[in-house]
Structure formats: C-alpha cells, structure tokens
C-alpha cells in the first residue's frame, strides 16, 4: 500500500478545507489504515466508532430504501466528525473544529475519496 499517497490525499484536504483538524483511513470493521491526526486523537478509539456509525447508517439507508448511503456528519458543540464510505471496505473521517466549512468538505471530500479508494485497491 502506498502510505506517502494516503498522506498526500490527506493532507491536501486538509489544506484545501478550512477547518479540517484531523483525517483517519480505516477498514470498515474499525481497524485503523492511516491517520493524519494530531496525538491528543487515537486512531483506533475514532476508527471504531466510525465503523459503528458508518454501520449504523448504512442499515438505516437500506431500511428506508434511499440508496446507497455516501456520507455521515455528525455535528457537536465543539466541531464536527463526517465519515465517508471508501467503497464497501473502507472509511475515511474528517474531524474538524467549529470553524469546519462543511459545505467545501462535502464537495471537496468526493474525488478525494474516489482517489484513496483506487490507492487500497492498488
């Protein structure tokens, strides 16, 4: 796998997004791939719980027939967490702080995802 492109991927978004604080690539059931984060943040605790939410919403998705489920956001008093689906393998969180342009991310994150998606499977 080529880690130095996943930190490319990575940091580019954070540069381009105002707001991204913290980026982690993980497996669907949780296992952590790669994280741009800072130390106060372990991967593993936030790959798991993406899991859990990506699950979650996945099932809720295919319960009320809207699709294929893209993209959770969760937002907090302190900033958000969004979780993409890398396909049907992989996750991609974005935390960022209060100051997150969301709009941009949700744009910004699409080809961002498509890119990370052909480096797993590569």
Request: hydrophobic share 50%; glycine share 10%.
């Amino acid at each position: 796998m080529d880690y130095d492109a996943l930190a490319a991927e990575l940091r580019n978004l954070r540069e381009t997004v105002s707001g991204v604080t913290d980026t982690v690539i993980a497996a669907v059931d949780g296992i952590p791939i790669f994280a741009d984060a800072a130390d106060t943040i372990d991967p593993a605790n936030v790959s798991a719980l993406a899991a859990a939410d990506l699950g979650v919403a996945r099932q809720a998705v295919e319960v009320i027939g809207q699709g294929t489920l893209s993209q959770t956001v969760v937002f907090s008093s302190g900033g958000y967490m969004a979780v993409y689906a890398v396909g049907r393998t992989a996750l991609m969180v974005v935390l960022g702080d209060k100051g997150l342009n969301i709009g941009r991310l949700l744009h910004e994150a699409q080809p961002v995802i498509a890119r990370i998606g052909s480096i797993l499977t590569s």
